[in-house]
């Protein structure tokens, strides 16, 4: 039973403004419709009891715990800086 002509292919190949010849037509009709056949099988699996999930592993949010932490002094943070003035890092103007 064929699920995917071959002027749909083309139809597709012709929105996507792909040019394909009459054999990749015809290798991207069979390939596509091997994909709709086992998306179909798929569909016949009872999954009723199946829990629905967002990951195939348990993971968790691997983030640090948020705690509060003395930041860097200002000296320290401004060490590396090429041009500082004002105790703040002086960058090039970007406007005119």
């Keep these: ?8 292919v ?7 403004r792909l040019s394909i010849t009459d054999e990749e037509v015809d290798t991207f009709t069979e390939q596509l419709d091997n994909i709709i056949e086992f998306a179909e099988q798929l569909n016949e699996l009872d999954t ?4 629905p999930t967002t990951h195939v592993l348990d993971i968790h949010n691997v983030l640090r715990k948020d705690e509060k932490r003395p930041s860097l002094d200002r000296e320290e943070a ?9 105790g703040q890092v002086k960058v090039p103007s970007v406007l005119e």
Excluded: T
């Design 48 to 51: 009723d009891d199946v829990e």
């Design 1 to 8: 039973m064929e699920r995917i002509s071959k002027d749909q």
């Design 10 to 16: 083309r139809h597709v190949a012709h929105l996507a």
């Design 78 to 86: 401004l060490k590396n800086a090429p041009d500082q003035e004002d």
